[in-house]
Nanobody, 124 residues
Framework: QVQLIESGGGLVQAGGSLRLSCAAS????????MAWFRQAPGKEREFVAYIRWSGGTTAHADSVKGRFTISRGNAKNTVYLQMNTLKPEDTAVYYC?????????????????WGQGTQVTVSS
């Protein structure tokens, strides 16, 4: 059974930093693309960043490029999202997701597994 468990969310002031973690179990990482999405109240879920476990290819949404960085743990099945220079508009529930296959995608509907989400709130 695949499980994705996020942690690291919280309340932070604008300009601050947080690091989100996603601990995965029940899947073979080399066959998956791992990603972070977020959803703010009243808005659709949007892509934040992905990483392909095999090879380490990454991509980030334009809205977070230069501020957020997705990475993978060396020894553990963990994906991180380092978030710096946070803005109030980054406030959302952040979800970890996994997609099986050899191509990369920004489309949430193509992801097979999801975590429960972790709340990030940035105050101005």
């Amino acid at each position: 059974q695949v499980q994705l468990i996020e942690s690291g969310g919280g309340l932070v002031q604008a300009g601050g930093s947080l690091r989100l973690s996603c601990a995965a179990s029940g899947l073979t990482f080399s066959n998956y693309q791992m990603a972070w999405f977020r959803q703010a109240p009243g808005k659709e879920r949007e892509f934040v960043a992905y990483i392909r476990w095999s090879g380490g290819t990454t991509a980030h949404a334009d809205s977070v490029k230069g501020r957020f960085t997705i990475s993978r743990g060396n020894a553990k099945n963990t994906v991180y999202l380092q978030m710096n220079t946070l803005k109030p508009e980054d406030t959302a529930v952040y979800y970890c997701a996994a997609r099986r296959g050899s191509t990369n995608s920004f489309d949430a509907s193509l992801y097979n597994y999801w975590g429960q989400g972790t709340q990030v709130t940035v105050s101005s």
